[in-house]
C-alpha cells in the first residue's frame, strides 16, 4: 500500500509511504474507525482484512489482521454505520452475499451479520451504501456481473440486510454508486456496465423511495467502463457522473438534470490502464477534482510502473 501526500496545489509528494498491511490485498477502504476525526483504512484481500490506523502527523500504524469468514475474493467493500452505535463499519462482499465487520469504536472489529444474496456464486462484483427507504438504517447495492443484475439490501439497523427488489443492467455490470440522482430525498443508483456498447455504458437505475428499482435508463459514457463515481462536479447542487474507460484511457464526465437522466459534458485523455478513481478538492478551490491510478505514459509502462493522473477541475 503506497500513500502519497498532497501538496495542496494538486500535486503529491514523491516518494509515499509505503504500509506493508496483509497478503495478496488487492483494494483499499477508508473510514475512521475510532472516531478521533482521522481518516483510517482497511486494506481487504481474498480471504482477510487488515487494520490500518491514523495516528496523525502522517504516522500509520498497522493493526489487526481479521481472517474472513468466506473466501477467496473478498476485496470489495464499504464503510457506514450499519448498526448506529456511531461507529463507523465496513460490509465486504463474499463468494455468497454480504459480510459486515462491526467496529468497537476502537480500532478493533467484531465478525458481525452475514446476509445470503441469491446468484450465481461469486457473481459479486461491485457494492455501495445507501438509504433508499428514508430511515436512519443504511441500506446497500450490489452488482453481479453473472446474472446481470442490481440487487438493493434494505438494511435492519443491526448490520444486517434483506433483499428487497433485483433489476436487470447487462452486460457484465462492474461498478455501482448510489446517490439522490432526482432530488426525492432518498438515493437512486448509477451503473457501469463494463462491456455495454459506448452509447449504453451509463446506467441510471431510479428507486421509488422503498428500494424498489425501476427499468434501467442508458447514456453515453464511453467503451470499456468499468470503473467510475458520482458527485457534483459543476457545483449545481446535482449529482453527475464521471465514466472512466481503461482501455482508452478516457474519462468521461456525465452532467446531471436532476431527474436521473445525463448528459456526455466532456471527454478527457489519461493514458491506458487508469483505474478505479479517487474525487476530492486536491487544490483547495472548492471543486471536486479526479485521481487516477495509470500505467506510467513513458518507458516505465514496459515494466508495470504505477503512476497518478491528476485531473484539476476548471469550471467556472
Avoid at 186 to 199: A, K, M
Wanted: hydrophobic share 40%.
Amino acid at each position: 500500500m503506497q500513500i502519497v501526500w498532497g501538496n495542496g496545489d494538486g500535486t503529491f509528494k514523491d516518494p509515499g509511504q509505503g504500509i506493508i498491511a496483509g497478503a495478496l490485498n488487492s483494494n483499499v477502504i477508508v473510514g475512521d474507525w475510532n472516531g478521533d476525526g482521522r481518516p483510517d483504512l482497511v486494506s481487504t484481500g481474498s480471504s482477510s482484512m487488515t487494520v490500518v490506523m491514523n495516528h496523525g502527523n502522517r504516522n500509520f500504524g498497522v493493526g489487526a489482521t481479521y481472517p474472513l469468514q468466506q473466501s477467496p475474493f473478498q476485496n470489495t467493500g464499504v464503510a457506514a454505520d450499519f448498526d448506529r452505535d456511531g461507529f463507523t463499519d465496513v460490509a465486504l462482499k463474499t463468494p455468497l452475499g454480504v459480510q459486515v465487520m462491526l467496529s468497537r469504536g476502537d480500532g478493533r472489529f467484531d465478525y458481525g451479520a452475514f446476509t445470503r444474496v441469491p446468484g450465481f456464486p461469486g457473481g459479486i462484483t461491485a457494492m455501495d451504501d445507501a438509504n433508499f427507504n428514508g430511515d436512519n438504517a443504511r441500506d446497500l447495492v450490489v452488482s453481479d456481473a453473472a446474472t446481470q443484475e442490481v440487487v438493493s439490501l434494505i438494511g435492519d439497523g443491526w448490520g444486517g440486510f434483506a433483499v428487497q427488489s433485483r433489476v436487470e443492467v447487462p452486460y457484465v455490470p462492474s461498478t455501482v454508486k448510489a446517490g439522490d440522482l432526482n432530488g426525492a430525498g432518498y438515493d437512486s443508483v448509477v451503473v457501469l456496465p463494463e462491456l455495454s456498447p459506448g452509447e449504453r455504458s451509463v446506467a441510471s437505475v431510479l428507486n421509488d423511495g422503498h428500494g424498489n428499482f425501476s427499468p434501467p435508463m442508458y447514456f453515453a459514457g464511453g467503451f470499456g467502463n468499468p470503473n467510475g463515481d458520482i458527485a457534483d462536479f459543476n457545483g449545481d447542487g446535482i449529482l453527475d457522473v464521471l465514466s472512466v474507460n481503461v482501455a482508452s484511457g478516457e474519462l468521461v464526465v456525465l452532467t446531471g438534470a436532476a431527474d436521473g437522466t445525463f448528459v456526455n459534458n466532456g471527454v478527457f485523455k489519461s493514458f491506458f490502464g487508469v483505474q478505479t478513481p479517487a474525487l476530492a478538492d486536491f487544490n483547495g478551490d472548492g471543486r471536486i477534482d479526479i485521481s487516477v491510478p495509470l500505467i506510467c505514459p513513458n518507458a516505465s509502462a514496459f515494466i508495470g510502473q504505477t503512476c497518478l493522473g491528476v485531473l484539476l477541475n476548471t469550471t467556472p
